[in-house]
């Protein structure tokens, strides 16, 4: 933790991260250090998307100087009230029918190599993301996705398979697969139709609005 303009120059200096190898533990180890202000602690709890957030979980106050509210701003940042997961989990299924059932299909009927893989990958994605929320469970990012979703209770059965063949085998039939799955294991509010719209609004919208898509948050 440190001032605003120490923040600030960090920033203008590239050094708003660094490794710290004097202190390390054991042999070839580091300190990871990450600089943040009290502005920072604030903003992260009002507005910071999920790796920020989820970098938060069981985070430890080790010393605060007198004056500053830190553990309590500290535990704000993982959480997130009941009506936002439910919105992310619309808008993330909205995604997935989208690249899923739209996209891709184009892809395949265009021979569209890039679109393809462009929408398996998205469409992926999306169900993590909308499994993740399903379950209130917060994205760390992208290398993390698989082993937190083999952590959650709900999940369709054999998930990661069908994700793998997708992935690997982009086609209709993997995708239908894949979506049907996502289907099945909830009464999602929306429909397919419904879901055009939603996905127009947090994407293609999203210059209009100032609302970053969901894949950011």
């Given at each position: 933790?440190?001032?605003?303009?120490v923040f600030d120059s960090a920033?203008?200096?590239?050094?708003?991260?660094?490794?710290?190898r004097l202190d390390a533990t054991y042999p070839g180890g580091c300190v990871d250090v990450k600089l943040a202000?009290?502005?920072?602690?604030?903003?992260?709890?009002?507005?910071?998307?999920?790796?920020?957030r989820a970098s938060f979980e069981g985070a430890r106050v080790a010393w605060v100087r007198d004056g500053y509210d830190v553990a309590e701003r500290?535990?704000?940042i993982p959480e997130l009230p009941p009506n936002v997961w439910e919105s992310r989990a619309i808008?993330?299924?909205?995604?997935?029918?989208?690249?899923?059932?739209?996209?891709?299909?184009?892809?395949?009927?265009?021979?569209?190599?890039?679109?393809l893989h462009h929408a398996a990958v998205h469409t992926v994605s999306a169900g993590g993301r909308a499994l993740l929320a399903l379950n209130r469970?917060?994205?760390?990012?992208?290398?993390?996705?698989?082993?937190?979703?083999?952590?959650?209770?709900r999940i369709p059965d054999g998930y990661s398979t069908l994700a793998r063949q997708l992935?690997?085998?982009?086609?209709?039939?993997?995708?239908?697969?894949?979506?049907?799955?996502?289907?099945?294991?909830?009464?999602?509010p929306v429909d397919r139709?419904?879901?055009?719209?939603?996905?127009?609004?947090?994407?293609?919208?999203?210059w209009l609005t100032g609302i970053l898509p969901p894949e950011l948050s």
């Open positions: 933790m440190v001032p605003d303009d920033v203008a200096a590239h050094r708003v991260i660094f490794d710290e202000t009290v502005a920072f602690l604030d903003a992260a709890a009002e507005r910071g998307d999920d790796p920020v500290v535990a704000a808008s993330f299924m909205s995604e997935v029918w989208w690249h899923g059932t739209d996209f891709l299909p184009q892809a395949v009927l265009s021979d569209n190599t890039f679109l469970t917060l994205f760390r990012g992208p290398r993390y996705l698989d082993a937190t979703l083999a952590t959650l209770d992935l690997t085998q982009p086609s209709r039939e993997s995708a239908d697969a894949y979506v049907r799955a996502l289907e099945s294991i909830h009464p999602w139709a419904t879901g055009a719209s939603i996905f127009i609004r947090d994407n293609e919208l999203a």
